[in-house]
């Protein structure tokens, strides 16, 4: 998507062969590419969320690997990259599902070929993301379609939690692409944007997006969306998943279960929108999806511009008292209306999820 | 309640016979007392949030009437003073409760006593205050206490959202009477405080005034409730009100009807901690409370303090988006457990309500 103008993608291989990324950690504020040139720095990106959300974190891993096996190619080296690659986050299954294709393209391959194999993969692994969101939002705008001939002269209000947009992909997003695409098609969506403490990736990053894209949208505290659904301020929701069980219980960032339980309450249409690489196969509910504590100092301190634009952290809770910050939650699948795929929208349950993807093994 | 050991109340009259407040503006960074001298500060201190909870506003509004009557004591300068203050804030019916208390003393007295009689009055507003909120604590306890013999070796998890504690109040809180008592008769409580964004009361006030008074509590994003209540992390919840429909629907800070779908959907206890004054049995149910909008700037700007110790504010959504800033919502009667008042505790519902305030009139 554009940036002032610019078509982006958030990660690509740069001129000199090191890997671009826009630092997400510096945006709304500044808008600064990062470069990895190792294995550590793609495992930094990861953790420090320079890259997030669970499409790019996968992509990042794949070039990740790619970089590691540019300087040693042996399968040692492959194993200690697949193994750091894998601990940097715990919760998306994307890491663990792209390094297991990196892993599946090298091992049978002679080391001196693996390199080249790995970049291109890496590159493949870019295209067939953004274009699977293409797809993902193909199939979301008809959902945002039917809401439109009750809106005449109105505007269809979304509401969305963190950022599931096209900065949380290499390109599109996926609870955003049907957003983006309904606005292109001249649809008059305005989106409820949920700011998404601690990490503020919705005040942050989905307004930035959105408001670079030109559509409507509105930041709001995560409080608020249960009072707009109370008064019918919300037509649908739209939003993303780090990880789906098989039943279609999905986890995604902390707080989403509250908005579905809100929905639910109110008769609003609740959709998560996933590429079938989010889908866990192995895992039969979202009761085991593993549930990352981040840092307190998340909670404790915000960081934002000041009025003369020095980018500042405060402390925002009381001097000496603790904090705890999970940083995901599972909603269970019956509060969800349905998964927006690639392949198509199915209700959020093992017996849909199997129809629309045959032989249900793990995904390669 | 103390800070540093030291007993206060929010709101007093000073030895100059100004009326003095703790500053919960610069809560939790900086411990600031401020002069009131006119109904015009009075005012001032109400909408800037200077003294913020239902029962504190109504007391300040009491003051502030006496301010307006020392200066002048006539009909007309009593209709101002209640017209202005009553504007100030919309929700909390306190305000117009402690207002109605007042006119009704004064108006009848010829202007010359009225002066003395306002501060006496405002004076007995407060000391009734404290009284009722010390006897909710007392009803409050007996619930915290149940939960007890379950937890040998563990603690009480009781999660709140807002501040609902002595600095909402003039002493002892609503929300936190019952957790401060059971703390000092030695039961192991533990709070959850919900940080309760735009205006973080929770990660300021109530997270300070635990703090101070020695309650073990940890601050949480308001998105971690329903987490922690699927995962058995949360025993019940207790929070405060800004007004109680005749029927139980609690008007709250905004979020407070997500905990409260989440601790129904988890079978955890939720109840509203209010005095009677709290209650509007003008209002059928919570559908027609207003629900005050505030300034986006509160959403789109956090005040913290930086690591060298100076108050900065930073914007942390991205430039340019436009934000809503609803202050309050509806927590409807069927989502709680019961209603926690200096009379008793009961269900929240008309029936249970008039049984405990026989006549149901509108409070005096």
Known sequence: MKIDGIPYRTIWLADDASVAIIDQTRLPHEFVIAHMTSVAEAVYAIKTMQVRGAPLIGAMAAYGVALAIRADASDAALDAAIAVLAASRPTAINLAWALKVMDGVLRPLPPDQRADAAFARAAQLCDEDASTNRRIGEQGVAIIREHAPRKVGGVINILTHCNAGWLATVDWGTALAPIYIAHDEGLPVHVWVDETRPRNQGAALTAYELGAHGV?????????????????????????????????????????????????????????????STIDWQLNDGGAIPIEERDAREVTHITGRTETGAIATVQVTAPGSAAANPAFDVTPARLISGLITERGVCSASANALTALFPGSTPPQ
Chains 1, 2 share one sequence.
């Open 216 to 276: 409507p949208h509105t930041v709001i505290a995560d409080n608020a969306g249960g009072h707009l659904m109370q008064h019918g301020q919300v037509d649908l929701c739209i939003v993303g998943a780090d990880r789906v069980a098989a039943n279609g219980d999905a986890a995604n960032k902390i707080g989403t279960y509250l908005k579905a339980l809100a929905a639910y309450d109110n008769g609003v249409p609740f959709f998560v929108a996933a590429p079938h």
